[in-house]
C-alpha cells in the first residue's frame, strides 16, 4: 500500500496518475474494493486538496472547491500556477512560490486584482522581517507582471514596492581545508555521511541536486545534472583522467561507493530509499558537528570550499562556472570571496 506524508500525517491510499498541466500531480483515492476517486487539481499540501481528501476517505461526495470569481486575486493565481510562466520555473523554485502562493490566496484570494494598490502589497509584506517579506515579494512581483502582460490590470502595483534592506552577510559558512580533513579523519569511508561528503566534494552540487544524482548522470567519465535552482547545466569529471590538476580529484568517492550497496541514487537512508533533501540538509549539518566543524557550517559551505580550491589552483571563470553551474560571472565572483588569496599572490596558480 502505498502511502504519502505531509507534515508527519499519513494520506493512505493514494496513488499517482501523471501530471494536470498546471503541474500538479494527479492524485486518486484507491480503497481496497473501491472505486478509484480523483483528486482535485491542486498542491497536495492545499487545504481544498486535504478536504477533498478528508471527504473521500468517509466515503462522502467531496465538498465543492472553492472556485473563484473571475477578476478576483484566487482566480488570477490559480491562472498563474497554470500558466507556460509558472510550470517553466526551476523546481525548487516552484515549489518555495506555490507554497507562499496558497497562503496569499487563502488570505487574499476574493480582493479584486484590479484594486489591489502598493499599499495592499507593503501591508502583506509588513507582517515579515527582511528575508520572508523580500521572497514574498519575488512572489508578487511575477504575478502582477504576467496579470500585466495579460491585459488584466494596467499598472503594476509590486513595482512600486522596494525591497527590504537586509544585512550584508556572506551567507553560509565557507569550509576551510582543516574542515575537509576534520570530517574525512571523523567519519570512515563505509559510512553514509562520509559518502554524501564525498559526493559533495566531487560534484560541488547542492544538497537538492545531490539527493537526485545516480549512476544514470555519468557517461565517459564525465557527470552531468541540471541544477533545480537555476535549470542550468552543470559538469563534472567524474573519472581521474578527465580531471585538471585544479580540480583536486580523489579517489575518496570510489572507496565509499565500493563499501556501500548499489542504490538507485548514491544518498539514501539505512533502508536504501531515497532521502529527501530538506532531511538530509539537517541529516549532514548534524554530521559536521559531529566531526567537530563549526556548528553552523553546512553542506553550502563544502561547495564554497571547491569554488575557492578553484580559484585558488588557477582555474578560469568560465571553468568554474561550467562545474558550479553558475550562468552569471557575478554569481561566480560570489563564490570567489571565501578564497585563500596567497596562492594567486605569490604565483601559485
Not at 494527479?26 to 481528501?53: C, N, Q, T, V
Not at 462522502?60 to 491562472?79: D, E, F, M
Not at 502583506?124 to 515579494?137: E, G, I, K, S, V
Not at 538530509?280 to 558537528?289: E, G, L, P, R
Amino acid at each position: 500500500m502505498r502511502r504519502n506524508f505531509r507534515a508527519g500525517i499519513r494520506l493512505k491510499y493514494l496513488n499517482k496518475s501523471g501530471v494536470w498541466p498546471s503541474g500538479n500531480v494527479r492524485w486518486y483515492l484507491r480503497k481496497p474494493g473501491e472505486k478509484a476517486k480523483p483528486m482535485p487539481d491542486l498542491p497536495i499540501e492545499h487545504p481544498d486538496f486535504l478536504a477533498a481528501y478528508v471527504s473521500a476517505q468517509d466515503g462522502k461526495r467531496s465538498a465543492p472547491i472553492i472556485q473563484h470569481a473571475s477578476g478576483t486575486l484566487g482566480w488570477a493565481l490559480r491562472t498563474y500556477l497554470s500558466s507556460e510562466e509558472f510550470i517553466n520555473l526551476a523546481p525548487a523554485t516552484k515549489e518555495q512560490r506555490r507554497r507562499i502562493y496558497i497562503k496569499i490566496e487563502e488570505a487574499y484570494g476574493r480582493a479584486q486584482v484590479s484594486q489591489i494598490l502598493p499599499k495592499h502589497i507593503r501591508t502583506d509584506l509588513a507582517q515579515f522581517t527582511a528575508y520572508p517579506a523580500n521572497n514574498r515579494l519575488k512572489c508578487w512581483r511575477p504575478l502582477m507582471a504576467w496579470l500585466v502582460d495579460r491585459g488584466v490590470i494596467d499598472t503594476d502595483p509590486a513595482k512600486q514596492v522596494a525591497r527590504r534592506k537586509v544585512p550584508k552577510s556572506d551567507g553560509h559558512l565557507a569550509w576551510s581545508r582543516m574542515d575537509l580533513e576534520k570530517f574525512r579523519a571523523h567519519w570512515p569511508h563505509d559510512t553514509r555521511q562520509r559518502l554524501c561528503m564525498e559526493l559533495l566534494y566531487r560534484t560541488c552540487a547542492s544538497v537538492v541536486d545531490a539527493c537526485a544524482i545516480s549512476r544514470k548522470n555519468v557517461s565517459d567519465g564525465w557527470l552531468t545534472y541540471r541544477r533545480s535552482k537555476s535549470g542550468s547545466t552543470a559538469m563534472v569529471p567524474w573519472a581521474a583522467a578527465n580531471a585538471p590538476a585544479w580540480f583536486e580529484w580523489t579517489n575518496d568517492l570510489e572507496n565509499c561507493i565500493s563499501a556501500q550497496p548499489a542504490d538507485i541514487t548514491y544518498i539514501v537512508t539505512a533502508h536504501g530509499k531515497p532521502r529527501s533533501h530538506k532531511a538530509v540538509s539537517s541529516w549532514f549539518s548534524n554530521a559536521c558537528t559531529e566531526a567537530g566543524l563549526d556548528a553552523k557550517k553546512s553542506a553550502h559551505g563544502l561547495r564554497k570550499l571547491r569554488a575557492a580550491m578553484f580559484r585558488e589552483n588557477g582555474a578560469t571563470k568560465d571553468q568554474r562556472m561550467a562545474i558550479l553551474g553558475h550562468e552569471s560571472e557575478a554569481e561566480a565572483e560570489h563564490y570567489d570571496k571565501s578564497a585563500d588569496l596567497r596562492r594567486v599572490l605569490l604565483g601559485q596558480k
